[in-house]
């Protein structure tokens, strides 16, 4: 059984498993990784859940506003087990209904290019790919996403 519940960027166990997220996206990304890592500070985020598993963490995600109208979707990830099992779709329905509860109309995300799991992920959630916005126009290795809430 999968729950997902609101934490903070404090939380242990988010904390490894965005340590683990940073490794696997070093790994993809090779030498672009640095670029990226500057934009992925858990110190901005005031909004972060967890998804357990039989009580056992297994994935996390956070929301950043963006601008008025719209949060970003951050520090997506679920440990390689516990993949292929919805966690994933859980973990994005839950921080949408938290953003339209504070107000947002959109989410949007980027992710890169060498994450093809990614991408599916977030098009199979009705998430549309719009044009690289701030800090990612003209990376090469970026696409940028975007859903109406």
């Known amino acids: ?22 490794h696997e996206l070093a790994q993809r990304d090779g030498g672009q990784h640095e670029f990226y890592d500057q934009f992925n500070s858990i110190s901005d985020i005031r909004y972060a859940v967890m998804a357990y598993r039989n009580k056992e963490p297994v994935g996390c995600g956070a929301l950043k506003e963006f601008n008025v109208d719209s949060m970003e979707l951050k520090r997506m990830f679920v ?36 994450q093809p799991e ?13 044009p690289n916005y701030g800090q990612y126009k003209g990376v090469e290795n970026s696409i940028c996403f975007s859903k109406s809430l």
Not at 6 to 21: G, M
Not at 88 to 94: G, L, M, P, R, Y
Not at 118 to 130: D, F, Q, R, S
Request: with cysteine.
């Open 79 to 114: 440990l390689p087990e516990a993949r292929g099992y919805g966690v994933a779709s859980k973990i994005i329905k839950f921080l949408e209904r938290w953003a339209r509860a504070l107000g947002y109309k959109n989410c949007v995300l980027e992710t890169g290019k060498r």
């Open 118 to 130: 990614a991408i599916a992920l977030y098009t199979k959630n009705g998430y549309k790919v719009i």
């Open 1 to 22: 059984m999968i729950t997902i519940h609101r934490t903070n960027t404090q939380n242990e166990a988010f904390i490894n498993l965005v340590v683990q997220l940073d």
